[in-house]
């Protein structure tokens, strides 16, 4: 087990969803664009962890830091992108 790699595992759930979350604040609650931007990133960090061989104990801490990055994520009022505008 490398601490290396367990920081760049928590670094990388947070990133993705960080940005996941800024996605999922501009899509309509309960749609199908939702439900993709919370479970995007999962493949992507399960693969890393299983990768790595790094320990199940690990999942819950990967778990509460997608989960925490999805809500800063959304909360984030910056300039809206056109790209993520909700369309009417």
Same mark, same amino acid.
């Given at each position: 087990?490398?601490?290396?790699?367990? =920081? @760049? &595992?928590? &670094?990388? @759930? %947070? =990133?993705?969803?960080? $940005?996941?979350?800024?996605?999922?604040?501009?899509? /309509?609650?309960? #749609? @199908? /664009?939702? %439900?993709? =931007?919370?479970?995007? #990133?999962? +493949?992507?960090?399960?693969?890393?962890?299983?990768?790595?061989?790094? +320990?199940?104990?690990?999942?819950?801490?990967?778990?509460?830091?997608?989960?925490?990055?999805?809500?800063?994520?959304?909360?984030?009022?910056?300039?809206? $992108? +056109?790209?993520?505008?909700?369309?009417?």
């Amino acid at each position: 087990m490398h601490w290396s790699h367990i =920081a @760049a &595992l928590i &670094l990388t @759930a %947070f =990133a993705c969803n960080l $940005i996941l979350g800024k996605w999922r604040s501009y899509q /309509k609650k309960m #749609s @199908a /664009k939702w %439900f993709v =931007a919370i479970h995007l #990133s999962i +493949p992507l960090l399960v693969f890393l962890r299983l990768y790595w061989q790094l +320990p199940n104990w690990l999942i819950i801490f990967t778990i509460g830091t997608a989960v925490l990055a999805q809500f800063v994520g959304g909360a984030l009022q910056v300039e809206r $992108i +056109p790209l993520f505008r909700r369309r009417v």
